[in-house]
């Protein structure tokens, strides 16, 4: 059974690398949101977005790049708006 980590998508050991490290760093933005822990918590939450929208790019997939770059536009403007 190959490993998720051998897939057939291009630069897929970056991918695997950044997409694991994105979603580590979105569940921290999840938790700094339950503790209260603002405004860490959007930073968390803007590293993940950013790092899924990498891998969006990496693999071509307009569906990731699509959710991610307007999740990223939504947060920045909200940001920007406080």
Known sequence: ????CT??????????????AASVI??????????????WNL??????VLGWLVVGVLWNDRA???IHFVALGAMLLGMASQ
Request: charged share 5%; no cysteine.
């Open 43 to 48: 930073y968390l939450f803007l590293a993940g």
């Open 7 to 20: 897939n057939l998508r291009p630069h897929s050991q970056t991918a695997f690398v950044v997409k694991w």
């Open 26 to 39: 979105q569940m921290l933005g999840y938790a700094g949101t339950g503790f209260g822990w603002t405004p």
């Open 64 to 66: 990731i790049m699509l």
């Open 1 to 4: 059974m190959a490993s998720e």
